[in-house]
């Protein structure tokens, strides 16, 4: 069966890490992920706020796109683009007047009953079954696991089994040989949504989340959002200023912190790409006892 | 010009809700169209729908069914088997190129008098507009017996 | 040959003003089998009712059609007059030409027209129409009561002392249900356990009660009047009959660390227990599961130190049959618990409890004796924060009904806590407040007024815990849907109020229905709200519905009442209209197939299977037979019925069809 990947615009810049690591680990497992050709902007951000039928559009087009390339499945690693996009499917296949109208605005039909994938759902199905023969590390460390709010609301679209309590990247993380730890602030806000305008709200929030994580002893944090990962590492400066204190808490995306247990080179999984230092995460990792 | 066609429609109803229903339009003096007429059972479900059919085949020319609104049957249950068997029912009267519009089924409360008229008139109007019913002859007894009466003497 | 008696009534002019009467008299009159037909002002009226009682005598009618007004105004009247004129009663139609005729039609030829198809149909009914007899049902005066709790109470008590005998049934060692683990009640703030505890002692004393402890309903068969009921008397490992209660037992069993139920698991009880000092019966039961001499095979201390030789480790369950005419389902709720609540930590930080852990806490006789102290390290909390609706009123956890009892507990909780710690701070956050009951808003607002209990209309996000302090984050939405933040030492949430667990097995053992979340479902949300819909059976309490104490305990006198009611005659009568199996001798002639159809459709488990077997005992017929007890008379099952093998009396296959035909063919 052939994968679809959507990519959406972070994973194509601010966050170019995880898509590589992404891909070397599923190479690494022999999975091919094949881009969906011609895929547009997924309208996270902005199109919801001003336009309804916009919001739909931009979306049902990337899935009927896929639909017509033959993809059963598409892994879609943003968290912004997976609610967006699973918001959209829901909509449409639950009402035929809307899906008829988008249908009429993108041009194109739409079936809408393509299976969609987070990154830790592909992970889960696709390389946890031959994993055991690649994670050759162990990250040795405690990590917090942070989903951030698009996984786990509204609830009708929530990727998650326990919304309030996740658990799938912890499993994850075991996985790699990591001791995810306890915390409460896995689902909480980073601010994302004032990530330009309103920077100060950001650090207040993320300094909060970095800072029950260092309090409770995490070595590092692990996020799958793009967005989660730009508030949590490159507002640095701005958290220190709030906590008044500096906490040196790298942040790695699950994919990257997957690739390094499954013994991938730091730089070939983007580590050397963030603004706090990640060295001592790979310091921590030992070889994994035959 | 020609006289009205005047269609007689059947109304098979529940004794709690439409029949009561019913009795309130009258207490209210509703006035609705003369061309139906109720037969009352206890229960939607306990219609057998095949009275349906007999009922077309002696010069009915539209039917209404109705009982208590989902969840408040008198019987708990009888008019979700009744709504079911009508799904059914229908399906196979379509399949056979029956006019199923000639059947009304319908939900009519106790306290729904006015609803009642409304139903009756509509259908009523609606059925006028169809015409008599005539796709639906009566069964010839005598073919039967004919048929039989040639078996056995073959 | 039917003799058939037609009287069109004019109902002074509500029927004459627009119906020719006398024209469908005439043509009635015509009609085939109709001996007799005349038109009268008032055929309700005496001199009316004379009218058609001397018609039948004089013209040998052997039934009668009075066109008139509806069968639901006056056809028991009419059915009177021809008991009383010598014919069965079930011979005597109703034509509904006033409601569904001259009060809704203008007066013209189509309106007459119309009351004669009606009348015509009317006749040809009744030509079908079979003498039936009503149907006399002899009545069991026992009551069986399930659950013991106050409901079950109030009702054994009601019943008992209206000189019928009650059979109490409680799955655990003691009556008392939650009551009994109540602290003090709302709005008054008098202590439970002073105003159950005599109660349970008149049950168990009462001459007319009959109680079972440890003991649960197996199987109800029958029908209203004579339910037939198994009872499992679960092993109790100790003769009552025997045993003084004088506790030497629990005082001397080696396993001591059993978490206490009555005590939320918030203290420890030993194997061989009663469940409170105040217990009824005050006499120990075996927890099997957890006692020494049944899991490990050694140890009967108890037995060897029993002054009065009552333990008995090799007594099993044993099973009760008995009769009752009546049952009242009093099977209590159950609190929603850990695991539900993972942004609240409850279940992971000791000092998170349910409202119900409180009770004991604040409960003379709990395990801090009415201190409030927290859980983890025995500290009396400087700062609690209350989280009403946990659970209640939210869709994403599943749970879309409010709790009822949580704002008025809540509020007495914060209540208590402050008049044992006043320095202490007391939060509550809320989403409404619900004290719709007699001096219920004004309790919650004494809370909030004179013992200075900050109310936070809000929900709570999440719960931690940090540097030993529970920090509840929520938000007030009367400022601004500001963020608030609270650092306490304990939190106390109102969870949710489920059936309890068993309930869908209760329910179906007993043919009562129940709704999406198991609470057992009433006959009618309005007029019907103690009934079930299997006549006979009962409900009381919190099964039902979440409800707080008053309420359950008038809902608890009602069904006691309904009870009493059935109690009040020898024998009841039902309408005869009920469904009949073809049937004649010898009884393998039925035209039933035995597909159990019908069986599947009936909503009152009416309708049972029965094997016919020959001499040498060989199966040779399945077929169906119905409990007229139980048939309601819906009809549901004629329709199902395959080859027509079940018909309902007064309203047959050939009545109906009768009609049909007469009221097309003219």
Excluded at chain 1, 121 to 127: A, G, S, T, V
Excluded at chain 3, 305 to 329: H, M, N, R, S, W
Aim: net charge neutral.
């Amino acid at each position: 069966m052939r994968i679809g990947f959507y990519p959406g615009c972070s994973l194509e810049g601010s966050s170019k890490e995880y898509s590589d690591s992404l891909f070397a680990v599923a190479e690494k497992c022999g999975i091919m992920l094949e881009e969906i050709k011609d895929w547009s902007c997924c309208g996270a951000s902005a199109a919801h706020n001003l336009n309804h039928d916009l919001a739909l559009a931009l979306p049902a087009r990337t899935l009927a796109l896929a639909e017509k390339q033959g993809f059963e499945e598409v892994v879609i690693p943003c968290a912004a683009c997976y609610s967006r996009i699973a918001g959209t499917k829901q909509e449409i296949s639950n009402n035929v007047a809307t899906r008829k109208k988008i249908e009429r605005y993108i041009d194109l039909t739409l079936e809408a009953d393509i299976k969609i994938l987070t990154v830790f759902e592909f992970l889960q199905k696709y390389i946890f079954p031959v994993a055991d023969g690649h994670i050759v590390n162990k990250l040795n460390q405690k990590t917090a696991c942070y989903y951030g709010c698009l996984y786990s609301r509204p609830k009708e679209t929530a990727a998650l089994e326990q919304i309030e309590n996740p658990m799938e990247m912890d499993k994850v993380m075991v996985k790699a040989g990591a001791t995810p730890i306890d915390w409460a602030f896995k689902t909480e806000c980073c601010g994302a949504g004032f990530t330009m305008s309103r920077t100060d709200i950001v650090a207040k929030l993320s300094g909060k989340i970095i800072e029950d994580a260092a309090d409770r002893g995490a070595e590092s944090i692990i996020v799958a959002c793009p967005m989660c990962h730009v508030n949590l590492d490159m507002r640095r400066p701005e958290i220190k200023k709030q906590l008044n204190k500096e906490i040196n808490l790298p942040v790695l995306f699950i994919t990257q912190a997957l690739g390094l247990s499954m013994g991938i080179p730091a730089d070939q999984l983007g580590l050397n790409k963030h603004y706090v230092p990640t060295d001592k995460v790979v310091t921590c990792i030992v070889k994994k006892e035959a | 010009m020609s006289e009205q066609f005047e269609p007689k429609i059947v109304a098979f109803v529940c004794n709690w809700c439409t029949y009561a229903g019913a009795d309130l339009a009258g207490t209210s003096r509703t006035k609705y169209a003369t061309n139906v007429s109720i037969i009352r059972f206890p229960c939607t479900g306990r219609i057998d729908f095949m009275l349906l059919m007999k009922a077309f085949e002696n010069g009915a020319d539209g039917i209404i069914v109705s009982g208590c609104h989902p969840n408040d049957c008198h019987y708990t249950s009888g008019n979700f088997h009744a709504r079911r068997r009508w799904i059914v029912f229908r399906s196979l009267l379509d399949f056979m190129g029956f006019d199923t519009d000639r059947i009304t089924f319908s939900w009519v409360s106790a306290a729904e008098g006015a609803k009642w008229a409304g139903l009756v008139d509509e259908t009523t109007q609606r059925i006028r507009e169809k015409g008599a019913f005539t796709d639906f002859k009566k069964l010839d007894c005598s073919t039967f017996e004919k048929i039989s009466h040639d078996a056995i003497t073959e | 040959m039917a003799r058939i008696g037609v009287f069109i009534c004019h109902c002074g002019e509500n029927i004459s003003a627009t119906v020719d009467v006398a024209k469908v008299a005439e043509k009635a009159g015509k009609l085939s089998g109709v001996a007799y037909s005349v038109d009268y002002k008032y055929m309700c009226s005496d001199p009316g009712q004379t009218l058609i009682i001397d018609a039948i005598k004089e013209h040998k009618l052997t039934g009668i059609v009075v066109a008139s007004c509806s069968p639901r105004m006056h056809e028991g009247t009419f059915r009177k007059a021809a008991e009383k004129a010598g014919i069965n009663p079930y011979f005597c139609e109703m034509a509904n030409i006033r409601e569904q005729v001259s009060w809704v039609h203008p007066k013209s030829d189509a309106t007459t027209q119309k009351a004669l198809d009606i009348v015509r149909t009317m006749v040809e009914k009744v030509k079908k129409n079979t003498a039936l007899t009503p149907i006399k049902v002899p009545i069991t005066k026992t009551a069986l009561v399930i659950g013991g709790g106050i409901a079950g109470i109030q009702a054994a008590l009601d019943i008992a002392n209206a000189g019928h005998s009650v059979i109490m049934v409680e799955k655990k060692p003691s009556i008392g249900g939650h009551m009994s683990q109540l602290s003090e009640t709302f709005p008054t703030l008098d202590c439970s356990q002073c105003i159950l505890t005599p109660r349970m002692v008149e049950v168990a004393q009462h001459p007319n009660i009959t109680l079972y402890t440890y003991a649960e309903v197996e199987k109800v068969t029958g029908f209203v009047g004579n339910f037939e009921v198994t009872i499992r008397m679960k092993a109790k490992s100790v003769d009552h009959s025997k045993c003084t209660g004088c506790g030497t037992c629990w005082q001397k069993c080696p396993s001591k660390k059993i978490p206490d139920e009555f005590n939320e698991g918030m203290g420890f009880r030993t194997a061989i227990y009663s469940p409170f000092p105040q217990a009824v019966p005050n006499k120990p039961v075996i927890d099997r599961d957890h006692c020494n001499y049944f899991q490990k095979g050694k140890c009967g201390v108890c037995q060897k130190i029993c002054p009065a030789g009552a333990i008995d480790y090799e007594v099993q369950d044993e099973f009760l049959d008995v009769k009752v005419g009546a049952i009242i389902t009093a099977t209590g709720f159950d609190l929603k618990h850990a695991d539900f609540f993972p942004e609240y930590g409850y279940g992971q930080f000791k000092d998170v409890i349910d409202g119900m852990m409180f009770e004991r806490l604040a409960s003379a006789s709990g395990p801090t004796a009415g201190e409030i102290r927290r859980p983890s390290d025995g500290k009396i909390p400087e700062k609690i924060v209350f989280v009403a609706c946990a659970g209640s009123r939210d869709k994403a956890k599943g749970i879309e009904y409010c709790s009822k009892i949580c704002c008025m507990y809540t509020a007495k909780h914060a209540m208590l806590y402050k008049h044992k710690k006043h320095d202490g701070d007391a939060y509550v956050f809320y989403m409404d407040i619900r004290a719709a009951g007699k001096d219920y808003d004004e309790f919650v607002r004494r809370a909030i007024e004179e013992d200075d209990v900050h109310y936070i209309r809000g929900r709570v996000s999440r719960i931690y815990e940090k540097n030993g302090k529970l920090i509840v984050k929520g938000v007030d939405t009367l400022m601004n849907g500001d963020p608030v933040e609270i650092e306490a030492d304990m939190v106390v949430l109102a969870t949710a109020v489920i059936a309890n667990q068993d309930a869908e097995t209760v329910a179906q053992r007993m043919h009562i229905s129940y709704n999406k979340h198991h609470f057992f479902a009433e006959a009618h949300p309005k007029l019907r709200p103690v009934e079930t819909n299997t006549a006979g059976i009962m409900l009381a309490g919190a099964c039902q519905g979440a409800k707080d104490i008053p309420e359950t305990v008038s809902q608890a006198s009602a069904s006691a009442s309904k009870a009493i009611g059935l109690f009040s005659s020898n024998e009841m009568t039902r309408e005869p209209i009920v469904a009949v199996v073809n049937r004649q001798a010898p009884p393998n002639f039925t035209s039933c197939t035995g597909c159990m159809l019908c069986m599947e459709v009936c909503p009152y488990h009416a309708i049972e299977r029965e094997e016919m077997k020959d001499r040498t005992g060989n199966l040779i017929k399945v077929a169906v037979k119905v409990n007229a007890g139980l048939c309601q008379g819906c009809g549901t099952c004629v329709a199902m019925c395959r080859n027509k093998s079940i018909d309902l009396q007064g309203f047959s296959n050939d009545q109906m069809l009768s009609e049909v035909m007469a009221l097309l063919n003219s």
